[in-house]
Each structure stands twice: as structure tokens, then as C-alpha cells.
């Protein structure tokens, strides 16, 4: 695997390493050695996934606080999704700035996402599927977020934003103060 550094200190892109013959490829989808060696936790508690069934839906954006912050190691294993990490740790030099990366099955890219950032994404194509290991159980007395449309964070997504959630579209905007539970 190779670690790829973005402009938020914690998040990166992690490529695969394809072993390729005529048949197709083999990789490792996670390496907790590979992961210890890049400077990353490798502890995941639970495995999470995701489908989508209409492009341009868009999901989260979403934390816990702690005491069950959480990293995620998200990636897309059918279709293609945009995937954002925002930087929610207050004494970072990017706080409240955020990275946006194409996932899919066939680049076969995926994202880390650290503690105390939140995460969300938008698919990018019908039926798109995203398997995410975390590193805290869900805790819904934890559970936080902000809107995908917070003009704070000027995200821009790549398409019209369709099937949010009753949920995502209720956060507050920042403006008003970081969601808290």
C-alpha cells in the first residue's frame, strides 16, 4: 500500500499495490503492519456498509465526540462516490477545511479519515456501494454533524445534491456553532 499525504495532516489516500495477471489483480484491501508503519492506528472495532441506489445522493456529513471518536478507512467497492474529510480539531492549522477525493471500484483508491475529522461523501454513479472500517462503535448519544451545504465549509460537490436525509439536512450551520451532542 502507499500512504499519500493531503493537505489535512492525518487524512491520506491509500493506493493499492496491484498484483496483476490476465486473470485480473490481487491486493491487500487493509494491512494493520502496513497501516502501524505509516504512522496510523490499525485498530478497527467495526465494519460498515453502504448502497446507494440513485447518483448524486449525498450522505453525512458526520462525527462522534468523544468519548467514541472514531477514524475511518472508507472505500468505494461499486460505482464511484466523492468522498470528503473535513478537519474538525480546533487547534489545527486546517481547521474546519476539508478534502474531497474521487473513490471507486475501479481506481481502487481509499481514504483514511483520523479522529476529530467528519466525513461524508456524494455517489457519483447509480448503485454505488462503500465499505468503511471505524475505529469506535456507532454511539448514537455521540453522533454529530453539519450540513453538507454549510456555506462555512464551501464544499463543492460535484453534482446536484439528491436523497439527504430528513437528519443531514436539520444540522446546524456552523455559523451558529459546531454540532455538539
Not at 468519548?67 to 464511484?80: I, N, S, T, Y
Not at 487547534?91 to 483508491?109: C, D, F, I, K, R
Not at 456524494?122 to 471505524?134: G, P, R, S, W
Request: proline residues 7%; charged residues 20%.
Amino acid at each position: 500500500m502507499q500512504f499519500i499525504s493531503t493537505d489535512i495532516e492525518g487524512v491520506c489516500i491509500v493506493e493499492p499495490r496491484l498484483l496483476q495477471d490476465e486473470r485480473g489483480y490481487f491486493t491487500r484491501a487493509f494491512c494493520a503492519e502496513e497501516f502501524r508503519a505509516a504512522g496510523l492506528p490499525a485498530e478497527f472495532v467495526q465494519c460498515n456498509l453502504s448502497m446507494s441506489h440513485n447518483k448524486g445522493t449525498l450522505r453525512g456529513i458526520h462525527y462522534q465526540q468523544p468519548p467514541a471518536a472514531e477514524a475511518k478507512f472508507v472505500r468505494c467497492v461499486q460505482g464511484a462516490i466523492y468522498d470528503v474529510a473535513v478537519d474538525l480539531r480546533e487547534t489545527s492549522p486546517t481547521y474546519l477545511q476539508h478534502v474531497g477525493v474521487e473513490l471507486s471500484a475501479a481506481n481502487g483508491l481509499a481514504l483514511f479519515i483520523p479522529d476529530y475529522c467528519a466525513h461524508g461523501y456524494q455517489t457519483l454513479t447509480d448503485n454505488a456501494m462503500v465499505y468503511y472500517h471505524v475505529s469506535a462503535p456507532y454511539t448514537p448519544e455521540c453522533e454529530a454533524g453539519m450540513r453538507f451545504d454549510d456555506p462555512a465549509l464551501d464544499i463543492t460537490w460535484p453534482l446536484q445534491a439528491r436523497d439527504v436525509s430528513a437528519k443531514d439536512t436539520q444540522w446546524p450551520l456552523l455559523e451558529d456553532g459546531l454540532n455538539t451532542p
